[in-house]
C-alpha cells in the first residue's frame, strides 16, 4: 500500500513565524502535491513538483514556498504565518500516468494565532 | 474553463436509498474522471475513476455515469449505508497537469 506522511496532525503557529510542514512518501512517486482545504471552498492546490528540484505553482501560491530535495520528500513552507493561512493542509503524491490517481496523506490542521 | 461544478452541496439520504451526485464540466480535453471519497480526518482517497470512451464503470454499489455529450458524470450510490456517510470530491484532469477538483458534497446516510 502506498503511504503518505505528513509531520502533524495539529499545529499551532503564531502570525509571523516561519512554518515547515513536511510530507513523505513511500512509494517511489514522480509527482508530489501540496493543497488546502477549506470549509466550502474544497480543494485548493498551492504547489506541486513533477521531479527533484522542480516545482510548479498552483492556483493560490502566494504565501507559501515549497523545496524538493529528494524523490520522497516534499516540504511546505509558510514564510511568515499569516491568520488567513489557518487551514487543512493536504500533501499528495502520484506515479507518472495517471496523474489523476493521487494518494493523500491524513492532512495537518493549522492554525495561526 | 477548468472548473469542476459539483452539485448538490450536501445530502442526506435513507439507508438503503441511492445516493446520486453529479458534476459538470467545460473542458473538452479532460481525460480522466476520478472521484474521492474523504471520511472526517482523513485524507481523500480514491474511490472510483472513469475515461471518456465509456459511458458508465461500476464497483461494487458505486457507479459512474458519463455522458460525454452533455459534458455531465455523476457517481451513484446504491443501497447506501451509514458508513459511506463521508465527503465526495469529483475530479478531472487533462494528461499531466493537475487535478481540478469539484468542491465537494456532504453525503450523510441516516438509518
Known amino acids: 500500500d502506498v503511504k503518505v506522511t505528513q509531520s502533524s496532525r495539529y499545529l499551532v503557529k503564531r502570525t509571523g513565524e516561519k512554518v515547515f510542514l513536511e510530507c513523505v512518501q513511500d512509494?517511489?512517486?514522480?509527482?508530489m502535491f501540496w493543497y488546502r482545504q477549506d470549509p466550502g471552498l474544497g480543494l485548493r492546490l498551492i504547489y506541486f513538483s513533477y521531479d527533484v528540484k522542480m516545482k510548479e505553482k498552483g492556483d493560490i501560491p502566494e504565501g507559501y514556498s515549497v523545496s524538493r530535495e529528494k524523490k520522497e520528500r516534499f516540504s511546505l513552507i509558510l514564510e511568515s504565518a499569516s491568520t488567513n493561512q489557518t487551514s487543512m493542509y493536504l500533501c499528495a503524491s502520484s506515479l507518472g500516468d495517471p496523474w489523476g490517481e493521487q494518494y493523500f496523506g491524513p492532512g495537518t490542521r493549522l492554525t495561526v494565532t | 474553463q477548468q472548473q469542476v461544478k459539483q452539485s448538490p452541496q450536501s445530502l442526506i439520504v435513507q439507508k438503503g436509498g441511492i445516493s446520486i451526485i453529479n458534476c459538470a464540466y467545460e473542458n473538452t480535453a479532460f481525460d480522466y474522471f476520478p472521484w474521492y471519497q474523504q471520511f472526517p480526518g482523513k485524507g481523500p482517497a480514491l474511490l472510483i475513476a472513469i475515461r471518456p470512451d465509456v459511458s458508465e464503470k461500476k464497483e461494487g454499489r458505486f457507479t459512474i455515469s458519463f455522458n460525454k455529450s452533455a459534458k455531465q458524470f455523476s457517481l451513484h450510490i446504491m443501497d447506501s449505508q451509514p458508513g459511506d456517510s463521508a465527503t465526495y470530491f469529483c475530479a478531472a484532469i487533462s494528461g499531466n497537469t493537475p487535478l481540478v477538483f469539484g468542491k465537494g458534497t456532504r453525503l450523510s446516510v441516516i438509518a
Open positions: 512509494m517511489d512517486h514522480e509527482n
